[in-house]
């Protein structure tokens, strides 16, 4: 799958209903009222931008300005991130994100993520970098910290390297769940 299509599906679940008003509102010199009127989802609006070629992945800075004018700081940071680190492609030997393990653990950890994420080796940067983009969202903070990880580690990034972590936190219960 390609990246670009990943992050924009992300920001789009990202957005409320205002947000997706004030984006159609400030793309109208671009796109025509009929499409506007149309589009119902931040995915239907990005569709568009895409085919106009208004975005692309080597072409953020439209997108950027849309998201600074919405105030979504967070969603500018994860696009610079995603500019800075360059397209990844998803090879054969990267680790599933979907993965089981990934789900129940980003299910089963609670407040104490970061010392899970600090145990598998991930800098301090990395993991304020995750939070400053999703602030609000735990959730999201360990699933991206954890996706983080398995890109850092590549074919390194092991389930069992997961519950040797887990265990070394205190965190038997989960790490017999992950076993599972």
Same mark, same amino acid.
């Given at each position: 799958?390609?990246?670009?299509?990943?992050l924009l599906h992300s920001f789009?679940?990202?957005?409320? @209903?205002? =947000? !997706?008003?004030?984006?159609k509102f400030l793309c109208r010199e671009k796109i025509g009222k009929r499409k506007l009127e149309a589009v119902q989802s931040g995915v239907e609006l990005f569709i568009i931008l895409l085919e106009?070629?208004?975005i692309a992945?080597?072409?953020?800075?439209?997108?950027e300005k849309l998201l600074e004018?919405?105030? $979504? =700081?967070d969603l500018v940071l994860q696009l610079k991130q995603f500019v800075e680190e360059g397209e990844v492609t998803a090879d054969d030997d990267q680790p @599933?994100?979907?993965?089981?393990?990934? =789900? !129940?653990?980003?299910? /089963? *950890?609670? $407040?104490?993520?970061?010392?899970?994420? $600090?145990?598998l080796g991930l800098s301090e940067v990395k993991i @304020?970098?995750?939070v400053a983009a999703n602030p609000f969202n735990l959730h999201e903070q360990l699933f991206q910290s954890l996706r983080e990880w398995q890109k850092w580690k590549g074919k390194d990034a092991k389930v069992i390297n997961l519950i040797?972590?887990? $265990?070394?936190? /205190?965190?038997?219960? *989960?790490?017999?769940? *992950?076993?599972e």
């Open positions: 799958m390609d990246p670009f299509l990943i789009s679940s990202s957005l409320s @209903d205002s =947000e !997706v008003s004030s984006l106009q070629q208004l992945s080597s072409k953020v800075s439209f997108l004018n919405i105030r $979504r =700081e @599933d994100v979907h993965e089981k393990p990934i =789900e !129940v653990i980003c299910e /089963n *950890v609670g $407040r104490d993520w970061r010392m899970l994420i $600090r145990k @304020d970098r995750i040797r972590a887990l $265990r070394d936190c /205190n965190m038997n219960l *989960v790490a017999d769940q *992950v076993e």
